[in-house]
């Protein structure tokens, strides 16, 4: 198959993830015979500091013209300090997002078998958690208008919006992927206080009847807030709006032991994103000590939601699975074992895909 890959590094340890993740992509066409291409493209504060903006035009022609877009991170600690900073780098994330029509993102939450023990929860709980979240992407309060300040500045206001169709295109998401997994499916949402929980609520209750195969489960954010952490395993497929998707998705990565470790998937268009759910992590950037397992298994992802390719999404799920139980691990998961760099990471899993 010919693939045109549309690669966006970003800041911090984006561009040392995406090295290797480019390193297994590469295996993976020569492995089975794939004709890929790569084409660069800038976003965030690295693309501001060339361009003045976030998000450039050219950055989302590359994208539309590209079959699936692999992204890294965004963000720089400049402009986490100063509040009042006009363009900021993630308007670029949230423009592509939105641009794109990247309204569902898909986050799997997994253990592995060889690093269950490292998780801070309690070995009984983590063990063979499987569970996905469905977050809306291109809605709910980070995009809603009226946003900002009164004239005085002494206010400050974000408006959380959503219509019925956003939530049901969504829904419909969660309710097709649960009928493929243990056919549970949880609402999230804040119904007892806020109005857009209220409509998402009414809105899945409608839709369940199409799906009769399909239990369905409404919960409040926060009891899933602490049920996630007691009892993971009693989740399969969430569904829920963005900024309720942001804040669990991040708590959900400490079952697997390392944000570094968890993919995910934007979809809702012909061109399809893929990017880990960790940050910049600037602190890391430049050291070639950073975690590029979120980025190489947001690759196998691209290879089965992007192209239908299973085969090859789950050989590189294999050989990462192979690579931690072999201790081939960077310094986040060694604890004082012997750490591997990022880079020797992915010539490791490159060589084990051709070998
Ligand atoms: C994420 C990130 C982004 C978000 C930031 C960088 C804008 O935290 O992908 O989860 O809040 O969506
Ligand atoms: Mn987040």
Redesign the pocket.
């Known amino acids: 198959m010919k693939m045109k890959i549309a690669l966006l590094s970003g800041d911090g340890i984006g561009p040392e993830v995406i090295a290797q993740a480019v390193k297994v992509v590469e295996a993976i066409g020569k492995k089975f015979g794939h004709h890929i291409t790569f084409e660069k493209g800038l976003v965030g504060a690295c693309a501001i500091d060339a361009t003045g903006d976030p998000y450039p035009d050219a950055t989302h022609e590359i994208c539309v013209g590209a079959d699936a877009v692999l992204f890294g991170a965004?963000?720089d600690p400049k402009y986490d300090n100063d509040p009042k900073a006009k363009v900021r780098p993630?308007q670029g994330?949230?423009r592509m997002r939105q641009k794109l029509g990247l309204f569902a993102?898909v986050r799997p939450t997994f253990t592995f078998p060889s690093l269950v023990h490292k998780s801070p929860l309690k070995l009984d709980r983590v063990d063979g958690v499987d569970l996905v979240f469905f977050r809306e992407?291109t809605g709910g309060i980070?995009f809603g208008e009226p946003r900002g300040r009164n004239e005085q500045g002494t206010k400050a206001f974000d408006t959380n919006v959503y219509s019925k169709e956003e939530i049901v295109r969504l829904a419909r998401m969660g309710f097709e992927a649960a009928q493929k997994r243990r056919k549970l499916l949880t609402c999230v949402d804040k119904a007892n206080v806020m109005a857009t929980s209220r409509l998402w609520r009414e809105t899945v209750q409608e839709l369940a009847p199409e799906y009769p195969d399909v239990k369905v489960e409404y919960e409040f954010v926060d009891a899933v807030a602490m049920r996630l952490i007691q009892w993971p395993k009693a989740y399969d497929v969430l569904i829920t709006e963005?900024l309720f998707g942001?804040i669990l998705?991040?708590e959900a990565s400490v079952i697997s032991g390392s944000m570094g470790l968890m993919p995910?998937a934007s979809l809702g268009a012909k061109v399809k994103l893929f990017?880990p759910?960790h940050?910049s992590y600037p602190q890391a950037a430049g050291k070639d000590i950073a975690n590029p397992l979120g980025t190489i298994l947001s690759a196998s992802m691209m290879f089965d939601y992007a192209f239908g390719l299973e085969a090859e999404a789950k050989l590189i799920s294999d050989v990462v699975n192979q690579s931690l139980a072999e201790g081939i691990v960077t310094e986040d998961i060694a604890e004082g074992g012997k750490a591997y760099k990022t880079s020797e990471i992915g010539d490791w899993l490159a060589a084990r895909i051709l070998s």
Do not use: A, K, P, Q
Request: proline share 0%.
């Open positions: 965004i963000g993630e994330l949230l993102n992407l980070y963005n942001d998705t991040d995910s990017e759910i940050g």
